[in-house]
């Protein structure tokens, strides 16, 4: 069974959060089964956006990131505490995903935290627009061709520039990590 990690940082936002649960969820039922959404976070019971909390599988320091196929990363509001309560060890976590190719999935301004961990220069990403562009600019200043649209992939890293993108960004990760008709299926049935 492939294992795919859910990367929650204090802050994440539930619908970012749901759209990677249900995919795969919606896989697990009526797709090719082989893919099992593993969540992760600081501690057992994770602080989410708008006063709602979540329990997740293991913690951050319980995670062997070479026993998973591919790496989710839902954004959230800085208001939060999203980007305060980050640390080194989920960045670790992304670079060790990146530096063995494997497929990272990230959604609005949960692409920051790719720049963060060094992993965006010269590739292109889209992160949330904000109306005074500061995460774009935060985007551009890692080094990383900030795109314009819902999502971009670019080899192994998929982004999406807000919560809308949320569904686009998961079924994409889905066609990664089972196949492109097998996303497509699930796309239909979700009526998405």
Known sequence: ???ILLLLLKGAELWEISAFTDVFGWNQLCGENGCRLVTAGPEREVRLSFGH???????WEQVEPSSYVALAIPGGFPRYGYFRACGERPL????CFHQAGKPIAAVCTGSLLLAKAGILRGRRAV????????????LALS???VADGGFVEDENLITGDGPGAAGAVALAL???CTSPENSERIKNLMRL
């Open 1 to 3: 069974m492939k294992q």
């Open 143 to 145: 080094g990383a061709v």
């Open 174 to 176: 889905l066609s990664r």
């Open 53 to 59: 909390r979540m329990l997740v599988d293991l913690t």
């Open 127 to 138: 992160t949330y627009t904000s109306p005074d562009t500061f995460f774009r600019k935060e």
């Open 92 to 95: 670790q976590m992304i670079r």
